[in-house]
Nanobody
Framework: QVQLVESGGGLVQPGGSLRLSCAASGRLISINSMEWHRQAPGKQREFVARTISGDSPDYADSVKGRFTVSRDNAKNTAYLQMNNLKPEDTAVYFC??????????????WGQGTQVAVSS
């Protein structure tokens, strides 16, 4: 019904940058919020950043000052600009959205994830 597709992951050296994208498509009317979460090997999935309509973005303490979340409502796309990347940022990054569907229902949905590896 609603799909989220992440892109932009890859291998980068410590101190480098990456920009992730999350594009929403399907039977949706609007997006209330879009979040980024990540899951490192052997660890639980954790919150990274959030953009909510009409509110200020929110970040995990571990990424404040390095990551910036933004959204293009016309494209139904969210972005995560990641600067000064560290090896501990290595994880699969997932997009998570709260969406109003054409059926009039709000749903939460996950993307399939994109791998980010930070290594020298």
């Amino acid at each position: 019904q609603v799909q989220l597709v992440e892109s932009g992951g890859g291998l980068v050296q410590p101190g480098g940058s990456l920009r992730l994208s999350c594009a929403a498509s399907g039977r949706l009317i609007s997006i209330n919020s879009m979040e980024w979460h990540r899951q490192a090997p052997g660890k639980q999935r954790e919150f990274v950043a959030r953009t909510i309509s009409g509110d200020s973005p929110d970040y995990a303490d571990s990424v404040k000052g390095r990551f910036t979340v933004s959204r293009d409502n016309a494209k139904n796309t969210a972005y995560l600009q990641m600067n000064n990347l560290k090896p501990e940022d290595t994880a699969v990054y997932f997009c998570y959205a709260h969406v109003l569907t054409v059926n009039g229902a709000y749903i939460y949905t996950w993307g399939q994830g994109t791998q980010v590896a930070v290594s020298s």
